[in-house]
């Protein structure tokens, strides 16, 4: 039985060792995740309605990693290896397409709308309270 190698020559599967192992599943991770590594993946297939045409549009990542072994001793004890990989998608908005002209509309966190108001009326509060205390200290 052989395994594949980056050379056109089979390795045999007893002289696969821990670092070349880790490179093979490497590449068959990116081998089976790349197809999937598209346009389509970012921006995803149009919706039209009503002479509106939509296009989603996410923020994707893939990451990749592995480790190698090593031999101790005559013994050859000791080898290992391993990989993995991941992968994410989070939406950040959509392309809308109108009348001949397209706006990309960011999708906000809810949340903003309100920590982001809230934030500024606390610092305008507290900042002149602040100065005034930090003034007076400085007078004495």
């Not at 392309?95 to 903003?112: C, N, Q, S």
Request: no cysteine.
């Amino acid at each position: 039985m052989t395994a594949p190698d980056n050379t056109e020559q089979p390795v045999p599967l007893a002289d696969m060792t821990a670092a070349h192992a880790s490179v093979t599943l490497l590449e068959r991770l990116a081998d089976k995740l790349g197809g999937r590594a598209s346009v389509t993946a970012v921006y995803g297939e149009p919706v039209v309605s009503e002479g509106v045409t939509v296009i989603p549009v996410a923020e994707v990542g893939f990451g990749f990693g592995g480790g190698a072994g090593r031999e101790v001793g005559t013994a050859k004890t000791g080898e290992g290896g391993g990989g993995g990989g991941g992968a994410g998608a989070r939406p950040v908005g959509f392309i809308e397409i109108k009348e001949g002209t397209a706006t990309f509309k960011p999708l906000r966190d809810p949340w903003v709308d309100v920590v982001v108001p809230l934030a500024a009326l606390l610092a305008g509060v507290a900042v002149p309270r602040f100065a005034r205390r930090l003034a007076k200290r400085r007078v004495r």
